[in-house]
């Protein structure tokens, strides 16, 4: 799987929109872009996937340029409960491969 | 709705005991897989199952043993526990149809002495 990179952490007015950036240069074709968030102490939560398209669920937005080379998770009105670290993975569409973690994006959003 | 179901949250074993962490789905998933998380550090993936019967090691699968005698059940096995395991154990499960997620349980933190 391709590696990604992430800004260690990152800040955010509550009410604001949050962008997380992910940069995966070397992304190959059949790679998806997944997006999950741990919440201090809690299991890894999904937010959202894609593979070329832009993405939007109740959660957030994905978007990916188009070249695939980067990604921005966007949470459009951030609260407190949104502080967590986010996890940028890209893999293959494929129900046997596994999850790499790295050590993500530390989002704090403040009052 | 369960989804992924982890037991027991906490425990404290004295080095050389031995437990298994239990992992439960009820979401019919064939992938299974086991993840450690030491503080300050992302996921590391210990074994994984991609169905009953099959199973196989991931990153870090030195001291733990796995096995897969139904789909809904994938346990941790400790055979002879080192404060060096000392850690967060995530459970997850997944479709392997396309490019479906894996979803967590909530953890269970163990502690070696």
């Known amino acids: 799987d391709a590696k990604t990179t992430q800004p260690p952490s990152m800040d955010c007015a509550e009410g604001r929109a949050a962008n997380l950036p992910c940069n995966h240069s070397?992304?190959?074709?059949?790679?998806?872009v997944y997006w999950y968030r741990q919440i201090h102490s809690q299991g890894p939560q999904y937010i959202i996937h894609?593979?070329?398209n832009n993405e939007t669920n109740e959660m957030a937005s994905l978007i990916i340029t188009e070249d695939r080379k980067s990604s921005t998770l966007i949470l459009p009105h951030a609260t407190l409960r949104d502080t967590a670290v986010y996890y940028c993975i890209v893999r293959v569409a494929s129900g046997y491969s596994t999850l790499t973690f790295g050590k993500g994006t530390m989002l704090l959003v403040s009052p | 709705n369960a989804g992924v179901t982890q037991t027991p949250k906490f425990q404290v074993l004295k080095t050389g005991q031995s437990m298994t962490l239990q992992c439960a789905q009820d979401m019919n998933h064939e992938y299974m897989s086991w993840y450690r998380q030491d503080p300050g550090m992302g996921l590391r993936l210990i074994h994984y199952?991609?169905?009953?019967?099959?199973?196989d090691q991931g990153e870090v699968p030195n001291g733990y043993n796995v096995s897969r005698s139904t789909t809904e059940d994938f346990p941790l096995r400790l055979l002879s526990a080192a404060p060096s395991q000392t850690s967060v154990y995530f459970c997850?499960?997944?479709?392997?149809?396309?490019?479906?997620?894996?979803?967590f349980g909530d953890g269970t933190r163990l502690s070696i002495l």
């Open positions: 997850a499960s997944s479709s392997t149809t396309g490019s479906q997620p894996q979803h």
């Open positions: 070397t992304i190959s074709g059949n790679e998806y």
């Open positions: 894609g593979l070329k």
């Open positions: 199952s991609v169905g009953a019967g099959i199973t």
